[in-house]
């Protein structure tokens, strides 16, 4: 009798604790504490890993120094849980040191930042990861295969070496919900990632811009569509609310400007730019908007097309500063009920940026070295020095081996290189011996106008092919004696034809064969060249460019550098210099 009073007891007990648990539980989602949520977003970095940029005069940026900030950030929150937020350009248009390593170090630097619970293969499915990030229209630079090996990770094809063997891939969720395949209309990446926090769902919506149809070469983006930014989101906002999630954020590559200041969002500000119409298209659910794209300030309150205050903000770029964003939402109805922000400065000069991440400063060291051994890389060995200098005639053997280089890789009828200043000219000669990649970088060097216009962007000209008439092909021989002299000198490939000096200027080519046939000057023909050129002397291609009319269908290859490596790793080695007179000098 007392054995089964005692069990009975225990029963009791048992029911007693089930029913408090209950009960708090139940009494927690009616009067529950706000769940306190802080994101950290940080737009259009661009692999700048390394030193050299300033905001407001002062040094600021650089991985190990970003990496310090959202560190301390996150260490001294009060925050119920944070998130890293990427919005878009986290890679392409970089830096040398990121950009001839696709990236990949860039990548590795943000997976400095991830917890336990990311992973790379499981991206839009890691509830719990920290790491939230979106592509802009830059991570489409290198096609949408390169985009999906850089998120999942892996070597593939790529003859980079890597800091880490193999490629990892991004250890976040990587979102996107306006780009899908043409194939069957689907999205290429998840549409959406969501956080549940100590009960408190929230979700995120990511879109990159349209524009990147007008902003990517065609051939990295043929397999996909994209489709308007604000009926995506709008598309996926019943979707959330189905699951009773009404606390809704936006990841967008898309932006704007407004005047900077200190401290938390103000009302009232005036801001301009794209995302203005993105905001008031988007549904009365949606609380708040990452923005990206434009590399300015933001931090505001716009209304959406219920009228309800919608927190917008953007952080510059580079890595020069971040959005530190803090949500209250009520776990009762996963509602958003307080938002605001800060654009905080990441100064190199001010604590924590005086206290540089050590895990940072040695990816970069790391990195220092893969690009040292990739520059190093032997491509061929030559007997001798292949110069740019022409001869009497006009030709150079090296402008030869640019253009037949060039001619191979878009299969044309003829190629047109130049000797000069402008980009995607030769403008250095290689030295006997081994040659490098650092040597062949040094003839055909990435556009150092893009470079200082645009932060340091590593911008490698690409071959290009398009059409001529015969006439043109006569008027661009033509040039090289205008007066006053052109800057640049002239190479072909797929030419041969002779010029007598003693005839007047405008009329000296007395003979052109195309592949050994007479050029007929009423004929098409195509031919390759650096895409600077191929859109023609009013894009910089300089004088020897031809002629750019809206006509004109321009196909545009490997970049320049890649094409010259291949070709020369094709020929016999030692690299000989032999003469074969494609130009003619009657004097």
């Known amino acids: 009798m007392k054995k089964h009073s005692a069990i009975h007891w225990t029963i009791a007990i048992i029911l007693i604790i089930l029913i408090t648990i209950i009960s708090s539980a139940i009494a927690y989602a009616d009067t529950g504490e706000p769940i306190n949520v802080e994101i950290l977003a940080v737009n259009d970095f661009h692999g700048h890993i390394f030193p050299g940029q300033e905001l407001n005069d002062r040094p600021a940026g650089s ?28 890679i392409g248009a970089s830096p040398a040191e990121s950009a ?77 919900a306006n780009v899908v395949w043409k194939e069957n209309d689907t ?82 500000c005036n801001v301009s730019g794209q995302v203005t119409s993105f905001v008031t298209e988007l549904d009365p659910d949606v609380d708040v908007v990452l923005a990206a794209h434009s590399h300015g300030f933001i931090n505001a309150y716009l209304p959406n097309s219920g009228g309800n205050d919608v927190l917008v903000v953007e952080a510059y770029s580079y890595g020069k500063a971040y959005a530190d964003v803090d949500l209250l939402i009520d776990p009762k109805n996963n509602e958003i009920i307080e938002k605001s922000a800060v654009i905080v400065p990441v100064y190199v000069d001010q604590f924590p940026g005086t206290s540089p991440d050590p895990y940072a400063e040695e990816l970069l060291a790391d990195v220092e070295a893969t ?31 640019v253009a037949d280089s060039q001619r191979a890789v878009m299969g044309t009828d003829i190629a047109l290189v130049t000797s000069g200043p402008f980009a995607g000219s030769i403008q250095a000669d290689v030295p006997a011996g081994e040659i490098t990649w650092g040597d062949l970088e040094a003839v055909l060097p990435p556009d150092s106008s893009i470079a200082e216009q645009y932060g340091g962007w590593y911008s490698r000209p690409h071959v290009a092919s398009r059409e001529v008439t015969g006439e043109q092909i006569k008027d661009i021989l033509e040039r090289q004696w205008e007066e006053p002299l052109p800057e640049e000198t002239l190479s072909v490939s797929g030419i041969t034809y002779a010029w007598d000096s ?12 195309v592949n050994g046939v007479p050029l007929d000057e009423n004929a098409t023909y195509t031919a390759a060249m650096n ?13 020897m460019a031809p002629p750019w009319d809206w006509g004109v269908t321009v196909n545009v290859g490997p970049g320049d550098l890649d094409a010259l490596a291949e070709y020369i790793q094709g020929l016999p080695e030692p690299l000989e210099v032999i003469a074969d007179e494609r130009i003619t000098h009657i004097y």
Not at 63 to 90: C, E, N, R
Not at 508 to 513: D, M, S, Y
């Open 531 to 543: 895409y600077y050129m191929a859109y023609g002397n009013a894009m910089g291609g300089g004088v």
């Open 187 to 268: 999205p290429v990446l998840p549409a959406y990632t969501i956080r549940e926090i100590n009960g408190a769902k929230v979700s995120f919506i990511g879109v990159v811009t349209v524009d990147t149809t007008i902003l990517e070469l065609p051939q990295n983006i043929e397999d996909v569509t994209f489709i308007n930014e604000s009926e995506a989101v709008n598309r996926y906002v019943p979707e959330l609310q189905e699951q009773g999630i009404h606390a809704i954020v936006i990841l967008l590559h898309k932006g704007g400007s407004q005047e900077s200041y200190e401290g938390p969002t103000q009302q009232g």
């Open 371 to 401: 690009v040292l051994e990739f520059r190093s890389e032997v491509i061929a060995t030559s007997a001798t020095d292949i110069t740019r200098t022409p001869d009497a005639a006009g030709e150079s053997a090296l402008g030869n081996l």
């Open 100 to 176: 001839l390593l696709q990236d990949e170090a860039t990548i590795e630097f943000f997976n400095l930042l991830a917890n336990d619970r990311c992973d790379p293969l499981k991206s839009g499915e890691c509830t719990e990861c920290n790491l939230i990030s979106i592509p802009g229209n830059h991570e489409f630079n290198d096609g949408v295969d390169e985009l999906m090996r850089i998120i999942y990770g892996g070597n593939m094809d790529t003859t980079i070496p890597h800091t880490i063997d193999p490629y990892p891939g991004f250890m976040g969720d990587h979102i996107c």
């Open 502 to 513: 003693s005839r007047p200027t405008g009329n000296r080519v007395t003979e052109i064969l």
């Open 63 to 90: 991985a190990p120094v970003l990496a310090s900030y959202l560190k301390s950030a996150m260490k001294s929150s009060d925050a119920d849980y944070t998130i890293i937020a990427l919005t878009g350009d986290t």
